[in-house]
């Protein structure tokens, strides 16, 4: 799992200074820091899925080009 800088000290810290209890506030940063981690993409990921899409356009773009001599070998023998 990634790490992240989160100031759970100081995010609590400036919660309770605006009207948070104790408690509310270490419960609203322990949720903030989970969604943040589930939620976070790390460059690894990013790469992954860069390399399936080209591996998807490379089939795709293969298929098409087969498909297209294929057209043209057909008129070829009917021309």
Partial sequence: M??????TH???KRLKSVGFSEEQAEVFAAEHRRIIEDT???KEHLDMRLREM???????L???MMAAVA?????????
């Fill in 62 to 64: 293969g298929g098409m």
């Fill in 10 to 12: 100081e995010f609590i």
């Fill in 71 to 79: 057209v043209v070998a057909t008129l070829v023998k009917i021309l």
């Fill in 2 to 7: 990634p790490t992240i800088t989160f100031d």
């Fill in 40 to 42: 976070l993409v790390t």
């Fill in 54 to 60: 080209e591996y998807r356009l490379i089939i795709k």
